[in-house]
């Protein structure tokens, strides 16, 4: 609990902070789809196993939620959830 506190402290104060960890924010704002991303990566490479294919994923994942998140509120996943959610509140 101490790091998170001291985490979001430094982003409130420093704003050098708050543009650094922008991609690490815009990533944890679309979980489920940088999820399925990863999984759709190692599908079409086949299982890769270096440590280029991970920092590989990172920035393809990184620079999609940046980019994503500048044009909508939601990763296309998590909007796609949230309609389902809201059809399924109309059935009785």
Known sequence: MFVL????????????????VSPIV?????????????????????EPHSLSALLGFIVVVSAFAVLWLRFFQRGPMEALVGRIANLARHIP
């Open 5 to 20: 506190a001291a985490c979001s402290l430094a982003m409130e104060a420093l704003p050098l902070v708050r543009k650094l």
């Open 26 to 46: 815009a990533v944890g704002s679309m979980p489920l789809t940088a999820y399925l991303l990863h999984f759709q990566g190692i599908y079409l490479l086949g």
